[in-house]
């Protein structure tokens, strides 16, 4: 079991910036990528960024050159730094973990933060 824990959400203007946090306890052991989905009322989960292992990023389109992931491997911790931030973007954020396993992946999720983003 891996327990996930978010925290930084929160209501900004456009333009403004925050940055959330993802802390990971439990069974953390080989867990092949680390990511933050977000989703908003009627609206499916989406990806907005995931860190590997190996320390490769990858971004959903929407958020590219505005959003940042990192980790801290020695806190297992992951941080998702969001600027020039969107009304969009406005969702609730999801920090989610997956390890690879030879039938499948094997996810944990957080219990997700809120962030709005006003006009």
């Known amino acids: 079991q891996v327990q996930l824990v978010e925290s930084g959400g929160g209501l900004v203007q456009a333009g403004g910036s925050l940055r959330l946090s993802c802390a990971a306890s439990?069974?953390?052991?080989?867990?092949?990528?680390m990511g933050w989905y977000r989703q908003a009322p009627g609206k499916q989960r989406e990806l907005v960024a995931a860190?590997?292992?190996?320390?490769?990023?990858n971004y959903a389109d929407s958020v590219k050159g505005r959003f940042t992931i990192s980790r801290d491997n020695a806190k297992n911790t992951v941080y998702l730094q969001m600027n020039s931030l969107k009304p969009e973007d406005t969702a609730v954020y999801y920090c989610?973990?997956?390890?690879?396993?030879?039938?499948?992946?094997?996810?944990?999720w957080g219990q997700g933060t809120q962030v709005t983003v006003s006009s």
């Open positions: 860190i590997s292992s190996g320390g490769s990023t």
């Open positions: 989610n973990s997956r390890r690879l396993t030879s039938w499948g992946p094997d996810d944990y």
């Open positions: 439990g069974s953390t052991f080989n867990i092949n990528r």
